[in-house]
């Protein structure tokens, strides 16, 4: 038993639009170009004033009763729906999820490590989940488990809260943190208020800094006067320091 072909252009039925003759209702509510309303119409009617204009009549909403038409070029229309569809993408947020993962017996230093990265992810609008896995008798303790996490949504609260309190799924300790508003929100503490990193100047250029800026040096020693001339009478006798027996 042979099986029908499948149309090759196969669109979906949310971006199919019916124009025309295609359309299947007897009467339309009529838009014009320009936005007007032109009222209800035979769909025959409606068909001839958009040839008349040299346009086609195209059905934007099916489902209204009757179903409404505009009179405007399909090409035209298609292009204004891609333009709307790429506008709406670019303001959408996408939601970016970093994962930070603990341990019970975590060293104060490191704990401090991925505090500071949370800390740089929330900032960034960026969502982070912490996860905290027990490992073998390390069940035994989920106390433990449970005080990092509470020291770590304590240090991290400034710039987000937790979406739910933290729970034990499995062999581990899962939470959600979520950023709070820009204007509820706290500064990255590593950054300068000008967002400037403080940089000594004299690393810049690989040297040490110049005695001159040292001010406890002592200062050189007084130049001699001009003219003053020695004893002898020459300012550069070789033979001064001999001497005669």
């Keep these: 038993m042979s099986r ?3 149309p090759r252009s196969s669109a979906s039925p949310a971006s199919f639009v019916r124009i025309n003759g295609k359309i299947r209702a007897r ?5 014009g170009d320009q936005g007007k309303q032109l009222g209800v119409m035979s769909l025959t009617d409606a068909i001839n004033l958009a040839r008349n204009q040299g346009v086609d009549l195209v059905e934007i909403a099916p489902n209204a009763l009757p179903p409404v038409c505009r009179i405007v070029d ?3 229309y298609r292009y204004e729906q891609a333009k709307k569809e790429k506008e709406s993408k670019k303001h959408q947020h996408a939601n970016k999820i970093k994962e930070i993962q603990l341990s019970p017996k975590i060293d104060p230093h490191d704990l401090g490590i991925k505090t500071t990265h949370a800390v740089d992810f929330l900032c960034e609008d960026m969502k982070v989940k912490v996860s905290l896995k027990f490992r073998g008798r390390e069940m035994a303790h989920k106390e433990f488990g449970f005080d990092v996490i509470k020291k770590l949504l304590a240090q991290v609260a400034p710039f987000g809260h937790p979406d739910f309190e933290p729970k034990l799924v499995g062999r581990g300790i899962h939470v959600m943190i979520t950023p709070l508003p820009r204007n509820k ?8 208020a000008d967002g400037s990193v403080p940089v000594n100047p004299h690393q810049l250029r690989n040297e040490e800094p110049d005695d001159d800026d040292d001010t406890d040096a002592p ?6 006067p001009a003219n003053v001339k020695p004893a002898d009478g020459f300012a550069n006798n070789p033979f001064g320091n001999i001497e005669i027996k």
């Excluded at 929100?185 to 300068?192: D, F, I, M, S, T």
């Excluded at 200062?219 to 001699?224: E, I």
């Design 219 to 224: 200062s050189a020693p007084p130049a001699k």
């Design 27 to 31: 009467e339309v509510r009529v838009i």
């Design 185 to 192: 929100r706290a500064k990255n503490p590593r950054e300068l």
């Design 4 to 6: 029908p072909f499948s």
């Design 74 to 76: 399909f090409g035209k």
